[in-house]
């Protein structure tokens, strides 16, 4: 059974930092599709980042320049580095891993991951 389990979050002033870190089992690390996503209170969930399994990535606009996903293959640990955090970034942050059964950033559009984490809070402040 795939566990995908999230961690890292955390309160954080405007323009600090943040690292969410995925920990993935039985996901056939290597060749997942990989992604982050967030949910504020009374939105939807919106897909923030995204990586395929050959390291390519997909970023929505608000957070490109600000935020990298990377993938530990070694260690089957998802991250993903936040800077310059903004007030719109708060929300509950969650993992997702699933087949690549289209480009990354289709996937990471349409939400299409069948295994998803817990998820980890993350809050920024003014």
């Known amino acids: 059974q795939v566990q995908l389990a999230e961690s890292g979050g955390g309160s954080v002033q405007a323009g600090g930092s943040l690292r969410l870190s995925c920990a993935a089992s039985r996901v056939g690390y290597g060749s997942a599709c990989m992604g982050w996503f967030r949910q504020a209170p009374g939105k939807e969930r919106e897909g923030v980042a995204g990586?395929?399994?050959?390291?390519?990535?997909t970023y929505i606009d608000s957070v490109k320049g600000r935020f990298t996903i990377s993938k530990d293959n070694t260690k089957s640990v998802l991250h993903l580095q936040m800077n310059s955090l903004k007030l719109e970034d708060t929300g509950m942050y969650y993992c997702a891993a699933g087949y690549c059964i289209d480009t990354i950033a289709t996937l990471v559009y349409r939400r299409d991951f069948p295994y998803w984490g817990q998820g980890t809070q993350v809050t920024v402040s003014s």
């Open positions: 990586i395929d399994g050959t390291g390519s990535t």
